[in-house]
């Protein structure tokens, strides 16, 4: 017998552990732009992933309400908007790794 209130509350932790570990990156993608000698690529790359961070969080928070309500259907858009910003995440940590 299968337990229909146990999936819909792993994803629910599943999108949680996501967000949480965006925050991470973000924050140490953000960390090269309060350095003494930061110029505007630093900037940049931190307002990127900053902004990325928050568009995650966003779809993150909109699925888990959804969660509650229903099972909702998977919508595509959200689904490569939501892969599209984890690709820019990494690309933005990936050069301030680089530096």
């Known amino acids: 017998m299968s337990d229909p209130g146990a999936s819909p509350e792993r994803t629910r932790l599943a999108w949680r552990r996501t967000g949480l570990s965006a925050a991470v990156v973000a924050l140490l993608a953000v960390r090269p732009a309060f350095a003494p000698g930061a110029?505007?690529?630093?900037?940049?790359?931190?307002?990127?992933?900053?902004?990325?961070?928050?568009?995650?969080?966003?779809i993150a928070l909109h699925r888990a309400e959804d969660l509650r309500a229903r099972i909702p259907a998977a919508v595509p858009r959200l689904i490569r908007a939501y892969a599209l910003i984890t690709v820019a995440l990494a690309v933005l940590a990936g050069w301030v790794v680089m530096l």
Request: aromatic share 10%.
């Open 39 to 58: 110029g505007p690529d630093e900037w940049l790359v931190a307002a990127g992933s900053m902004i990325s961070w928050a568009a995650l969080a966003g």
